[in-house]
């Protein structure tokens, strides 16, 4: 499909889905080099996530552990700019090598948060991963060690993520159409 509708707003294909299996692959090789002695626990930020680091998991080939948190920041097509914790970490992650699956990071708020909340759990590493990333609206200074694909500052929807709760199933990527 070009363009989909979600309930109020128009949306036009972006990121066919065989772009995304291959920045995924290109991300899993890396991590299989560079993690191969460590063990990592993933940590998967719910819910847009989920098929992201599905996917990314069937393409690691070394030991690991993967567990999910769920925070919340956004309300419809818009950042609330504060982060509510839904579901929290429950794995023990002191001195581990830990590595952070997020779907989409802009402004970065989120995965700030996430960060300093593991560091006070005394991990032996934190990296970050993320599906997409908008370089345009980032605003913290953290490291993000594997990027999927960089997109500009566009509202997407579909492989995980949502307009208000819905288009999260679509194999594809759409972004919001221009009026």
Known sequence: MKTIKIKDREFELFIPNGEIET???????KMNRELAELTPLFIGVLNGTFMFAADLLKKITIPCEITF?????????HSTKQVKEIIGLENIVKNRNIIILEDIIDSGLTIDYIIN????????????????????AFKKNFIIDYIGIEIPNYFIVGYGLDYDGQGRNLPDVYKLKEE
Not at 23 to 29: G, H
Not at 69 to 77: D, F, T, V
Not at 119 to 135: H, Q, R
């Open 23 to 29: 920045a995924i692959s290109r991300m899993a090789a």
């Open 117 to 136: 909340k593991l560091i006070e759990k005394n991990p032996a590493s934190i990296k970050v991963g993320t599906m997409f990333f908008k370089p345009s």
């Open 69 to 77: 948190l769920r925070l919340s920041s956004y309300s419809g097509i």
